[in-house]
Nanobody, 119 residues
Framework: QAQLVESGGGLVQPGGSLRLSCAAS????????MGWYRQAPGPARELVASITSGGSTNYADSVKGRFTISRDNAKNTVYLQLNSLKPEDTAVYHC?????????????WGQGIQVTVSS
């Protein structure tokens, strides 16, 4: 069973930057597509960015050009670099590990970490 632990959140002013990290343990990290989701009060959890084991990435339109996802398979860690932050980026950010085996999907989640963008 995979365990995911996020770090790096906090309070930042608009236009600032943060780097989130998600350390995985308990499974073979390279088997999983890794993603970052966020959830603000009210709306459903949304996908922010994802990255395959081979390094292919996908981003929500709202963060393209500002956020960068990366992974280090040797360190079992996925990162999310957040630049040019806006107040609407304020949310709890969750790390996700997903693996599809035939028709079965396996998902693991971190506990979430708060990112607050405010002056």
């Amino acid at each position: 069973q995979a365990q995911l632990v996020e770090s790096g959140g906090g309070l930042v002013q608009p236009g600032g930057s943060l780097r989130l990290s998600c350390a995985a343990s308990g499974t073979i990290f390279s088997f999983y597509v890794m993603g970052w989701y966020r959830q603000a009060p009210g709306p459903a959890r949304e996908l922010v960015a994802s990255i395959t084991s081979g390094g292919s990435t996908n981003y929500a339109d709202s963060v393209k050009g500002r956020f960068t996802i990366s992974r280090d398979n040797a360190k079992n860690t996925v990162y999310l670099q957040l630049n040019s932050l806006k107040p609407e980026d304020t949310a709890v950010y969750h790390c996700n590990a997903h693996r599809q085996v035939g028709h079965a999907g396996y998902d693991y989640w971190g506990q979430g970490i708060q990112v607050t963008v405010s002056s």
